[in-house]
């Protein structure tokens, strides 16, 4: 599966955005999908992933209540919904493909290239 994800760009703190993923070349709801985010300097980390279906989503445990994914199969699309955006949500987010749905990003075989989300305070 290929994965192309959009949607970043520069938001001042406290807004929202929506982060776009499309994939192509494999069936998509055959995936559990998952979005990770990397700040310069830092390690990647998990942000939040949603299963097959889109019946189940878990989220990193500092994240929950502000950001929403979500995901239209027969849009072959998953999303994220970021709001009440503070400066220290500014990384690259990318999104993943994986057999089931999980924090670890190992067990996500299929990335996006990234788009840059930057929160000015």
């Known amino acids: 599966v290929q994965l192309q994800a959009s949607g970043g760009g520069l938001v001042q703190a406290g807004g929202s955005l929506r982060l776009s993923c499309a994939a192509s070349g494999s069936i998509f709801s055959s995936y559990a999908m998952g979005w990770f985010r990397q700040a310069p300097g830092k390690k990647r980390d998990f942000v939040a992933g949603i299963d097959r279906s889109g019946g189940s989503a878990i989220y990193a445990d500092s994240l929950k209540g502000r950001f929403i994914i979500s995901r239209v199969n027969a849009k072959n699309t998953v999303y994220l919904q970021m709001n009440s955006l503070k400066p220290e949500d500014t990384a690259v987010y990318y999104c993943?493909?994986?057999?089931?749905?999980?924090?670890?990003?190992?067990?996500?075989?299929?990335w996006g290239q990234g788009t840059q989300v930057t929160v000015s305070s």
């Open positions: 993943a493909a994986a057999l089931f749905v999980s924090k670890v990003d190992t067990m996500y075989n299929a």
